[in-house]
């Protein structure tokens, strides 16, 4: 494959990840671009809202509506949302990665 193949289509920086946009289309986007890439940040979001949710109430719902708010326990809520978001996202950039000719990568 040429180098002309694996540029991001935003900024023209080495592309690392690959979308698939419509049959034969592909957008690409170095490791930047693809962590703001619109579908792979919508379903983060909405993996985060759902994920961190269901934690929140298994893990510090009763904290919060008991009234015993305290600034780390509003630091583990904000990281209840915070880690579905990083898991959801590293793993759409980690399916859509560019692989090297060999698989090798």
Do not use: W
Not at 20 to 28: G, R, S
Not at 30 to 54: D, E, M, N, S, W
């Amino acid at each position: 494959m040429s180098a002309e193949k694996h540029l991001c289509d935003v900024c023209a920086r080495i592309a690392r990840y690959h979308f698939a946009v419509a049959a034969p289309v592909e957008a690409k986007r170095c490791k930047r671009h693809a962590i703001f890439y619109p579908p792979v940040r919508r379903r983060a979001l909405q993996v985060a809202a759902v994920v961190g949710t269901i934690l929140f109430g298994i893990n510090q719902a009763d904290v919060v509506l008991t009234g015993h708010l305290t600034a780390l326990v509003a630091f583990k809520c904000a990281l209840t949302y915070v880690v579905p978001f990083s898991v959801s996202t590293y793993s759409a950039l980690q399916i859509n990665r560019l692989r090297d000719d060999d698989n090798s990568g």
